[in-house]
């Protein structure tokens, strides 16, 4: 006899479900997003469990990771191609988790690459990066606006991080003014440092 399972991830709890070959349903339960307690369900059905499904939701590295670690099979199910198939769902998590594992059963299960750990820890600090630099733009940006409003030059994006604190008494009278300014020189500075953190991390 063979088996078929899934997960349906949620924040903090799953629903597993898993099948036999003819489609029956021999486990539907749900449990703490802990992957001790994950294993445990699974463990009975080791043996004969061909794969389990995981949707590729935004939490999937922990429930993917414990579960190849611990010996068995994972696919990664591609929530937006899975979409072609609504007509067969239903809204319930336990049936969504069933869905999958037919999927899987019937060998339609449209699948994502799982990234290995360590490439996948190198492309979230290179994502992380780039949040950063739109950061560091954003606030050289604002004052540069600022500074064009207030004196009517243009400013250099790199005479930005080199402005002084006594310099902003001469684009404004306002205090307000001021602090705006400076609130764009030491954010975009914070986002300088961090990026040159990651910069130098990643290579």
């Known amino acids: 006899m063979k088996y078929y ?7 903090n709890n799953t629903c597993l479900g898993i099948i036999d070959e003819s489609g ?13 307690l994950i294993l445990n369900e699974l463990e009975p059905f080791r043996e004969k469990l061909q794969g389990i499904v995981v949707e590729s939701t935004f939490n999937w590295y922990w429930i993917v990771d414990a579960i190849m670690d611990d010996g068995y099979k994972v696919h990664l199910a591609n929530p ?3 979409k072609q198939y ?8 336990f049936d969504d988790a069933f869905h999958l594992a037919n999927l899987l ?7 994502g690459y799982i990234y290995p750990k360590e490439p996948r ?3 979230a600090l290179l994502q992380k990066r780039l949040i950063l630099v739109r950061h560091r733009t954003a606030h050289t940006l604002s004052f540069q606006s600022l500074y064009c409003r207030h004196k009517g030059l243009q400013l250099r994006s790199s005479d930005v991080q080199r402005f002084r604190d006594y310099e902003f008494e001469e684009i404004s009278p306002f205090e307000h003014v001021q602090l705006a300014g400076q609130g764009n020189r030491k954010n975009g500075n914070k986002y300088l440092y961090l990026y040159s953190i990651t910069q130098n991390q990643s290579g």
């Open 5 to 11: 399972g899934a997960a349906d991830l949620h924040s």
């Open 105 to 111: 059963r019937l060998g339609i299960l449209p699948e």
């Open 80 to 82: 937006a191609a899975v």
């Open 24 to 36: 029956r349903k021999v486990l539907k339960t749900k449990v703490h997003n802990y992957s001790k």
């Open 86 to 93: 609504d007509g067969l769902k239903r809204t319930n998590d």
């Open 121 to 123: 820890a190198v492309r």
